[in-house]
């Protein structure tokens, strides 16, 4: 007979979210089994941002090698290993690696569970040839690269965000389809690591972002060589010697191109195939789970959290998504979803930074909104980093309630922050130009845009005739 564990919490899959809940639960003393199929840590640290962050990084110390001329530095073309860019992804993940480890998860009092989890009824879930009944379950099970059905694409051999990061050669020229953030993270990536790269999008690159925003991004990637080839609609692969060709239609013409590699970074689907979900009446569609703002499912018992809700697919969402659970189903305190406050940043080199609305929503949804904006130019830190390219938007309410902010430029993902804390706080945009930033940092183009929110009282007469009057006092 198989085992039975009846744990308070079961948790499935050790990924960014499931890791959360996990750990948060089993220090509140709360008896937790958590199930993972593969690498624990999931798609964040073994095949999504550590990997990708480090590799951005190999790669803006090549740019900065080749782009030093104007600060009075010879430029020299980097000897990029790649084999060696390949060894310091790897330290990186070993680095981060033992906190998401079965040891640690052991040491504080997780049942760590190796293996692929399935429902068998609403209220056991199986795993390892053990029955888990559980007070409570967690689905945090992910996302996958979602693969498009082009003809060919079986005949070719081609690269995901499961698989580039175990490349040790030299990628002489690289096809991505696909201009999301993964697609032009890693364009942008492997073009300052000498690699010729050509971006095949059927649609707008960067499309979730403030156009305007992402111009200056294109711009910068094209500047540097990338190939970004908007509106092209893929239509076939073929092999090419030992090389893959590419056929796609772009404006009723019919173009082909050839490249050494090719990854696919076409969006993603949730992990839901394998868990029997039926069996448990958790409902579900081919975009995630369903849940409600509490990230309950349809089966009480159950919540999912993270991508495999199918919403917006980050780390810190799903590490906040497991903060709203740990609320609800351990203290059971009405914990809501705030999408708003939510942040997200692109790490392409300039930095694209969002956090709650960008301004085309917001003139949607409210009927007058105010745009407070400071260009990087405008910064003396970003002239002596000879970091000017980018700027500042601000969007408020009529009575100066921010409601979101767009930033694009350098370390644009740090400045971003302080935008959050207000959101997340509910102020007023006149209460952050009263800050004192530190001189000469890229921190003021913040003050600086808050500091706008008063320039209309500069010309008003009133407060001239105030101060006026205050003169004459003596
Ligand atoms: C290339 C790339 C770069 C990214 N960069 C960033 C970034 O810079 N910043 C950011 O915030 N986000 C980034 N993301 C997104 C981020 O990785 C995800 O949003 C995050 O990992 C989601 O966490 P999760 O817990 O929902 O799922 P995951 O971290 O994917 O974890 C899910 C786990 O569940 C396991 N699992 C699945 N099914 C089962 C089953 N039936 N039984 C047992 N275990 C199962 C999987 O093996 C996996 O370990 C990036 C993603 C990619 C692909
Ligand atoms: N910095 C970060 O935080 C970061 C980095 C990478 C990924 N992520 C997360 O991972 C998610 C997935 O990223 P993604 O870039 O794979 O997905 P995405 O859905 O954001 O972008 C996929 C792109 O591929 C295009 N596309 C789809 N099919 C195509 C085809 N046949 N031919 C040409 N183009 C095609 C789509 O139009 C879209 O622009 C993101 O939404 C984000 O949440 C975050």
New binding site residues.
């Given amino acids: 007979m198989a085992e039975q564990l009846t744990p308070d919490l079961c948790v499935i899959g050790a990924g960014s979210g499931g890791l959360s809940v996990a750990a948060a639960a089993a220090q509140f003393g709360v008896d937790v089994v958590l199930i993972e199929r593969d690498k624990m840590g999931g798609d964040c640290l073994n095949y ?2 550590v990997p ?1 962050k480090s590799l951005i990084a190999a790669a803006r110390r090549a740019h900065t090698m080749r782009a030093s001329g104007p600060f009075g530095i010879k430029p020299l073309e980097p000897a990029v290993e790649f084999d060696r860019v390949h060894d310091h992804i790897h330290e990186v993940i070993a680095a981060i690696e033992p906190n998401d480890s079965v040891e640690r998860f052991t040491g504080l009092g997780v049942n760590v569970i190796k293996g692929e989890a399935r429902f068998r009824d609403k209220e056991t879930v199986i795993a390892d040839g053990r029955e888990i009944k559980a007070r409570r379950f967690v689905i945090a099970t992910g996302s996958s ?1 979602a693969l ?1 059905p ?1 003809p060919g694409i079986e005949r070719v051999p081609y690269f995901t965000n499961e698989t580039i990061f175990d490349n040790k050669q030299r990628i002489e020229k690289l096809i991505v ?7 032009m ?1 890693l364009a942008h990536a492997f073009r300052r690591l000498g690699t010729e790269v050509a971006v ?4 707008t ?1 960067l ?2 972002e403030d156009p305007e925003l992402a111009e200056v991004v294109l711009r910068q990637m094209e500047s540097e060589g990338v190939e970004i080839i908007s509106d ?3 239509e076939r692969f073929e092999p090419f010697g030992d090389r893959v060709q590419v056929l796609f239609a772009r404006g009723g013409q019919s173009y082909s191109i050839d490249g050494s590699h090719l990854l696919l ?4 689907r949730p992990n839901i195939e394998k868990l029997n979900l039926d069996n448990a009446a958790v409902r579900h569609d081919r975009t995630g789970i369903k849940v409600d703002k509490g990230l309950r499912t349809s089966n009480r018992r159950v919540y999912a959290i993270g991508d495999v809700t199918g919403g ?3 780390t810190h969402v799903a590490n906040y998504h497991a903060s709203v659970v740990i609320k609800n189903a351990l203290f059971r305190l009405p914990a809501k979803v705030n999408e708003e406050i939510l942040p ?4 392409t080199d300039p930095e694209l930074a969002q956090v709650g609305l960008t301004e085309e929503e917001a003139r949607k949804k409210y009927r007058k909104v105010h745009v407070y904006r400071w260009p990087y130019s405008d910064n003396d830190r970003a002239q002596a980093e000879r970091a000017t390219d980018g700027f500042l938007k601000v969007i408020t309410t009529r009575r100066g309630r921010v409601i979101g902010a767009s930033m694009v430029g350098e370390q644009a993902g740090e400045l971003i922050q302080m935008w959050s804390l207000a959101m997340h706080k509910n102020m007023k945009i006149g209460a952050l130009a009263s800050i004192v930033s530190p001189y000469p940092t890229l921190a003021e183009i913040n003050k600086r845009a808050a500091i706008n929110f008063y320039t209309p009282s500069l010309t008003n007469p009133m407060i001239r005739r105030v101060i006026g009057l205050l003169r004459k006092l003596g």
């Fill in positions: 999504g941002c990708s690269p498009p082009i389809v696909g201009g999301g953030p993964i697609g993270e095949l999008e059927a649609f690159p499309a979730k092209a609609r893929v970074a076409t969006g993603r917006l697919q980050f997200r940043v692109t790490f």
